[in-house]
């Protein structure tokens, strides 16, 4: 079991938003520490989409973004699209482990 | 320019080790820590340690502790992950991914995030 807990699958129909919950507590996302998103298409390695909770590296668009309240933080994807199909994962730090922890992912759909 | 290649697909019996190596840019190895991250279908993105390419110290995650190295060639800008005793619940993909280091008057440190990950390398453990 992954140490931060996302849901398994979400779907919307193209043009619509859809957000993806991560939740973690108080040795990871509680204790302040950042929270990142990775996209992963099908047969491809992760890759950054949101860092440092809220911020887009260069080439992401803006209709991805991210937020970070207590012990949870979310994904949204506003307009969906076709191409953003894949399986998006939440990432921190847990101070009890002393290493990167991860959410187990969650599937997009569009319908 | 990509920044972290990764060596190709793996196939070991139970017990065998395996080794795999990430080589990364000259930019790469200069600024960033290496990470070593697993993925399976039962366990999803696992943490399995860090190691600092230009010297060589490693921190490991408790859980492969003892079976797991992680060492560096600065010649070649190339660092290296092996496990030993391999076990069937080996098979994954593993990647390895870059952390930038930050320094500054209290010290260095690492951002805890990867901006970029190799390709992946497949290990297949069976008999």
């Given at each position: 079991q992954s140490v931060l807990t996302q849901p398994p699958s979400v779907s919307g129909a193209p043009g619509q938003r859809v957000t993806i919950s991560c939740t973690g507590s108080s040795s990871n996302i509680g204790a302040g520490y950042d929270v990142q998103w990775y996209q992963q298409l099908p047969g491809t390695a992760p890759k950054l989409?949101?860092?440092?909770?809220n911020n887009r590296p260069?080439?992401?668009?803006?209709?991805f973004s991210g937020s970070k309240s207590g012990t949870s933080a979310s994904l949204a994807i506003a307009g969906l699209q076709a191409e953003d199909e894949a399986v998006y994962f939440c990432q921190s730090f847990d101070s009890s482990l002393s290493g990167a922890v991860f959410g187990g992912g969650t599937r997009v759909t569009v319908l | 320019q990509v920044q972290l290649v990764q060596s190709g697909a793996e196939v070991k019996k139970p017990g065998a080790s395996v080794k795999v190596s990430c080589k990364a840019s000259a930019n790469t190895f200069t600024r960033y820590y290496i990470h070593w991250v697993r993925q399976t279908p039962g366990q999803g993105l696992e943490w399995m340690g860090i190691i600092n390419p230009r010297d060589g110290s490693t921190t490991y995650a408790q859980k492969f502790q003892g079976r797991v190295t992680m060492t560096t060639d600065t010649s070649t800008s190339t660092v290296y992950m092996e496990i030993g005793t391999l076990r069937f619940d080996d098979t994954a993909v593993y990647y390895c991914a870059r952390d930038l280091e930050i320094c500054g008057s209290d010290g260095c440190y690492t951002e805890?995030?990867?901006?970029f990950w190799g390709q992946g390398t497949p290990v297949t453990v069976s008999s």
């Amino acid at each position: 079991q992954s140490v931060l807990t996302q849901p398994p699958s979400v779907s919307g129909a193209p043009g619509q938003r859809v957000t993806i919950s991560c939740t973690g507590s108080s040795s990871n996302i509680g204790a302040g520490y950042d929270v990142q998103w990775y996209q992963q298409l099908p047969g491809t390695a992760p890759k950054l989409l949101i860092y440092t909770n809220n911020n887009r590296p260069s080439g992401v668009p803006d209709r991805f973004s991210g937020s970070k309240s207590g012990t949870s933080a979310s994904l949204a994807i506003a307009g969906l699209q076709a191409e953003d199909e894949a399986v998006y994962f939440c990432q921190s730090f847990d101070s009890s482990l002393s290493g990167a922890v991860f959410g187990g992912g969650t599937r997009v759909t569009v319908l | 320019q990509v920044q972290l290649v990764q060596s190709g697909a793996e196939v070991k019996k139970p017990g065998a080790s395996v080794k795999v190596s990430c080589k990364a840019s000259a930019n790469t190895f200069t600024r960033y820590y290496i990470h070593w991250v697993r993925q399976t279908p039962g366990q999803g993105l696992e943490w399995m340690g860090i190691i600092n390419p230009r010297d060589g110290s490693t921190t490991y995650a408790q859980k492969f502790q003892g079976r797991v190295t992680m060492t560096t060639d600065t010649s070649t800008s190339t660092v290296y992950m092996e496990i030993g005793t391999l076990r069937f619940d080996d098979t994954a993909v593993y990647y390895c991914a870059r952390d930038l280091e930050i320094c500054g008057s209290d010290g260095c440190y690492t951002e805890n995030w990867f901006d970029f990950w190799g390709q992946g390398t497949p290990v297949t453990v069976s008999s």
